[in-house]
Nanobody, 119 residues
C-alpha cells in the first residue's frame, strides 16, 4: 500500500532554514508527480495549502506565491524521496507540512511534520 513518511520538521527562529523529507513506498515513485501541502494552525483539513509540486522527472515545478524564492522542492527517484528546502522562514510558515501523491483518482497523505517558526 502507498506510504508517505515525512520528517525534518522542527522549531526554528525567523530567518532560519529547514529541510523536509518525504520517503515514499508502495507505488512506482518515479512515475508520479509529488506535492507538499501545509495546514496552518486553526485551519481545517480541506483548507490545506498547496506549497509546491514537482512532476515525475522534475521537469516542471510550481510554487505558491507565498513561498516563491524561499522554498525549493526536489526529488531523488533513486531514493523514492521528495524534499522541501525552506529558507528565510517566517512565522506565517508555521504549519504541519504534508507530502502528497495523487494516484488512480485518490489522494494519499503522510502523517505530517510540524514546522514552527518562532523566536
Amino acid at each position: 500500500q502507498v506510504q508517505l513518511v515525512e520528517s525534518g520538521g522542527d522549531l526554528v527562529q525567523p530567518g532560519g532554514s529547514l529541510r523536509l523529507s518525504c520517503a515514499a513506498s508502495g507505488f512506482t515513485f518515479s512515475s508520479y508527480a509529488m506535492s507538499w501541502y501545509r495546514q496552518a494552525p486553526g485551519k481545517e483539513r480541506k483548507e490545506r495549502e498547496l506549497v509546491a509540486s514537482i512532476t515525475d522527472n522534475g521537469g516542471i515545478i510550481n510554487y505558491a506565491d507565498s513561498v516563491k524564492g524561499r522554498f525549493t522542492i526536489s526529488r531523488d527517484n533513486a531514493k523514492n524521496t521528495v524534499y522541501l528546502q525552506m529558507n528565510s522562514l517566517k512565522p506565517e510558515d508555521t504549519a504541519v507540512y504534508y507530502c502528497n501523491v495523487y494516484r488512480w483518482t485518490k489522494n494519499y497523505w503522510g502523517q505530517g511534520t510540524q514546522v514552527t517558526v518562532s523566536s
